[in-house]
Nanobody, 124 residues
Framework: HLQLVESGGDSVQHGGSLRLSCLLS????????IGWFRQAPGKEREGVSCIDNTGTRTAYADSVKGRFTISRDTAKMTVYLQMNSLKPEDTAVYYC?????????????????WGQGTQVTVSS
């Protein structure tokens, strides 16, 4: 079955940039919409961004619009989250998730498969 592995998390200063990667294996990437979620200590998991299975439709949480960009490279079986102008409130564990045959969205419920997460820490 599908497996997802995130990478790219790090500690950066306010205003810095990071690019997260989500590597898919075990299935055909074109079947899945992919979402990025994050969870900070003591908070619920929240949707950050998503991209549909064709790569033509994307969505972003209001808190990251204009700063984050999601993209997918089918040949590399990878979905990226480019994060610019990072703020301390972006600090969280970031997860990617896959929705088989669906449109994804910014809620966790449709997603069938999840990665293990990667830590992003933004200092002020």
């Amino acid at each position: 079955h599908l497996q997802l592995v995130e990478s790219g998390g790090d500690s950066v200063q306010h205003g810095g940039s990071l690019r997260l990667s989500c590597l898919l294996s075990g299935s055909t990437m074109g079947y899945y919409a992919i979402g990025w979620f994050r969870q900070a200590p003591g908070k619920e998991r929240e949707g950050v961004s998503c991209i549909d299975n064709t790569g033509t439709r994307t969505a972003y949480a209001d808190s990251v619009k204009g700063r984050f960009t999601i993209s997918r490279d089918t040949a590399k079986m990878t979905v990226y989250l480019q994060m610019n102008s990072l703020k301390p409130e972006d600090t969280a564990v970031y997860y990617c998730a896959a929705d088989y045959g669906g449109l994804g969205g910014l809620r966790p419920s449709p997603y069938d498969f999840w990665g293990q997460g990667t830590q992003v820490t933004v200092s002020s």
